[in-house]
């Protein structure tokens, strides 16, 4: 019997998966393929908020070694504006870093801290009572939990039988993309990709080591069956945009993705749960699509091991459908706001004049930016200061700064007044006193994810935030 078992073992079920090992859940994880994806071609950015949480848990050093940092401007519809002075994050950057790496090392994580990861299993259905989940593999063994959480992609089957809908757009295009070899010299490459990807973004044909070329290309019109793409649809979209194929041969990888924007009506049925893609589609604009899961990770871990080791109050789990939909609701209006800035139809283009006059004010190019990396993002606490609801950033402490406190996962109060105590809490919530904490507030409490729960002074208005957030004290 495990306490979770998480379908699918990309970025989100990797990231959960090492979140609930924090609080000592029993974790199995199902990932349909039997081996880890091996392109290195895709490459995706971690943006500024996903990299606070890579350093909240102690990881980010490990994502640098492998990454490259690059500048956080120009990232809202690819305007070309660079970003403002004064990013609220230590981390105001994005890290391009392969896909396939990203997974690996949060996987690695996931294992470092006890769970299982079993490959080549499929989940082909469940049933679930007021006990827990049994789920059924494609080999006909049956496992049972105490929940299960679909981490399983967009075309998620734990969605799929939970009977959960999934509205939204279809693909209206497709993108392929791959690893192949060509037949003509990279001097004539690169002038026709300068010329084409002058009018054509989506559009990318380059070395990638070892003789082998990155190419990305519009597809010629939409698949029905979203099936893997073959040399031919290569070809024939080469030849569509560039009247070429470059004698594109020795395919190492193909792949499709489309711009169908969906999002998951609930994300939660009982004792199932979904994350990830599996919870949200959209457009690949402005690189949010990973980030977004691992966000919603981060979210749901320590809230589904509450609720596991006893002390959740009663409607904290329903708290991460409340505050997730509602992000991935406004990064699916935002990625269609790109796509639509992309078109080259006139009315299209003299929006994305206007919108590039604006971005020269430091204020709408923040605000943009800020969207994207998912620092604005405000939960609703209730009344209070603007500081409430918010992540703080990774501030200046006495000793050290205030993410190496957050490496374990725990709640957090920071306390400037030296004068209050967790007592009842502190198998949940540490304390640290620190009169020199840069912050101008008494005293705060951060959730796990990092978010500001509580600002005060008074120890009762603390204890109260503390069993709202953490449960009844311990005996």
Same mark, same amino acid.
């Given at each position: 019997?495990?306490?979770?078992?998480?379908?699918?073992?990309?970025?989100?079920?990797?990231?959960?998966?090492?979140?609930?090992?924090?609080?000592?859940?029993?974790?199995?994880?199902?990932?349909?393929?039997?081996? #880890?994806?091996?392109?290195?071609?895709? $490459?995706?950015?971690?943006?500024?908020?996903?990299?606070?949480?890579?350093?909240?848990?102690?990881?980010?050093?490990? &994502?640098?070694?492998?990454?490259?940092q690059r500048p956080v401007g120009g990232i809202f519809a690819a305007i070309a504006t660079p970003a403002p002075d004064g990013l609220d994050s230590t981390h105001a950057y994005q890290l391009g870093i392969p896909q396939p790496v990203a997974e690996h090392l949060l996987a690695e994580q996931a294992i470092a801290l006890g769970v299982q990861v079993r490959r080549g299993c499929a989940v082909a259905g469940f049933e679930q009572d007021d006990e827990g989940v049994t789920v059924e593999l494609a080999d006909g063994e049956r496992l049972r939990a105490r929940y299960l959480v679909g981490c399983d992609g967009?075309?998620?089957?734990?969605?799929?039988?939970?009977?959960?809908?999934? *509205? +939204?757009? #279809?693909?209206?295009? %497709?993108?392929?993309?791959?690893?192949?070899?060509?037949?003509?010299?990279?001097?004539?490459?690169?002038?026709?990709?300068?010329?084409?990807?002058?009018?054509?973004?989506? &559009?990318?044909?380059?070395?990638?080591?070892?003789? $082998?070329?990155?190419?990305?290309?519009?597809?010629?019109?939409?698949?029905?069956?979203?099936?893997? #793409?073959?040399?031919?649809? &290569?070809?024939?979209?080469?030849?569509?945009?560039?009247?070429?194929?470059? +004698?594109?041969?020795?395919?190492?990888?193909?792949?499709? &993705?489309?711009?169908?924007?969906?999002?998951?009506?609930? !994300?939660?049925?009982?004792?199932?749960?979904?994350?990830?893609?599996?919870?949200?589609?959209?457009?690949?604009?402005?690189?949010?699509?990973?980030?977004?899961?691992?966000?919603?990770?981060?979210?749901?871990?320590?809230?589904?091991?509450?609720?596991?080791?006893?002390?959740?109050?009663? /409607?904290? @789990?329903? /708290? !991460?459908?409340?505050?997730?939909?509602?992000?991935?609701?406004?990064?699916?209006?935002?990625?269609?706001?790109?796509?639509?800035?992309?078109?080259? %139809? #006139?009315?299209?283009?003299?929006?994305?004049?206007?919108?590039?006059?604006?971005?020269?004010?430091?204020?709408?190019?923040?605000?943009? $930016?800020?969207?994207?990396?998912?620092?604005?993002?405000?939960?609703?606490?209730?009344?209070?200061?603007?500081?409430?609801?918010?992540?703080?950033?990774?501030?200046?402490?006495?000793?050290?700064?205030?993410?190496?406190?957050?490496?374990?996962?725990? +709640? @957090?109060?920071?306390?400037?007044?030296?004068?209050?105590?967790?007592?009842?809490?502190?198998?949940?919530?540490?304390?640290?006193?620190? *009169?020199?904490?840069?912050?101008?507030? *008494?005293?705060?409490?951060?959730?796990?994810?990092?978010?500001?729960?509580?600002?005060?002074?008074?120890?009762?208005?603390?204890?109260?935030?503390?069993?709202?957030?953490?449960?009844?004290?311990?005996?």
């Amino acid at each position: 019997m495990f306490d979770v078992i998480i379908a699918g073992c990309g970025p989100t079920g990797a990231m959960l998966a090492a979140e609930l090992r924090l609080h000592d859940v029993r974790v199995l994880v199902l990932e349909k393929e039997p081996e #880890p994806v091996s392109s290195f071609v895709r $490459i995706v950015s971690l943006h500024m908020r996903s990299l606070e949480l890579m350093a909240m848990r102690g990881l980010l050093d490990r &994502f640098l070694e492998r990454g490259r940092q690059r500048p956080v401007g120009g990232i809202f519809a690819a305007i070309a504006t660079p970003a403002p002075d004064g990013l609220d994050s230590t981390h105001a950057y994005q890290l391009g870093i392969p896909q396939p790496v990203a997974e690996h090392l949060l996987a690695e994580q996931a294992i470092a801290l006890g769970v299982q990861v079993r490959r080549g299993c499929a989940v082909a259905g469940f049933e679930q009572d007021d006990e827990g989940v049994t789920v059924e593999l494609a080999d006909g063994e049956r496992l049972r939990a105490r929940y299960l959480v679909g981490c399983d992609g967009a075309r998620s089957t734990v969605r799929k039988l939970l009977g959960v809908g999934f *509205p +939204g757009e #279809p693909s209206r295009t %497709e993108t392929l993309m791959g690893e192949m070899e060509v037949g003509v010299p990279q001097e004539e490459i690169a002038a026709k990709v300068t010329e084409i990807r002058a009018t054509t973004p989506a &559009f990318g044909l380059g070395p990638f080591g070892e003789g $082998i070329y990155r190419v990305v290309v519009p597809a010629v019109g939409v698949s029905e069956d979203r099936a893997e #793409p073959t040399l031919e649809d &290569f070809q024939q979209g080469l030849r569509a945009i560039a009247g070429t194929d470059f +004698g594109v041969h020795s395919p190492r990888w193909l792949s499709r &993705f489309g711009d169908a924007t969906r999002l998951a009506e609930r !994300y939660r049925v009982g004792r199932v749960l979904l994350a990830g893609d599996a919870a949200h589609i959209h457009p690949p604009a402005g690189g949010q699509g990973l980030n977004l899961g691992v966000q919603d990770a981060v979210n749901l871990g320590w809230k589904l091991a509450a609720q596991i080791r006893g002390w959740a109050p009663e /409607t904290l @789990l329903d /708290t !991460y459908q409340s505050e997730r939909h509602p992000v991935a609701a406004d990064v699916l209006d935002n990625t269609r706001a790109q796509v639509h800035l992309s078109s080259t %139809e #006139p009315g299209a283009q003299a929006v994305r004049t206007l919108l590039t006059e604006l971005m020269d004010f430091d204020e709408v190019n923040r605000h943009l $930016i800020e969207k994207i990396a998912a620092t604005s993002i405000r939960y609703d606490f209730g009344e209070g200061s603007n500081l409430l609801g918010r992540r703080l950033r990774d501030i200046d402490l006495k000793q050290g700064r205030l993410y190496e406190r957050l490496h374990r996962g725990r +709640g @957090l109060v920071l306390d400037r007044t030296e004068r209050l105590t967790v007592e009842g809490w502190s198998d949940r919530v540490d304390l640290l006193a620190d *009169p020199t904490a840069a912050l101008d507030v *008494p005293a705060i409490l951060l959730r796990p994810d990092g978010y500001v729960a509580w600002i005060g002074e008074h120890q009762q208005d603390l204890d109260d935030h503390l069993a709202r957030w953490f449960g009844k004290p311990a005996d």
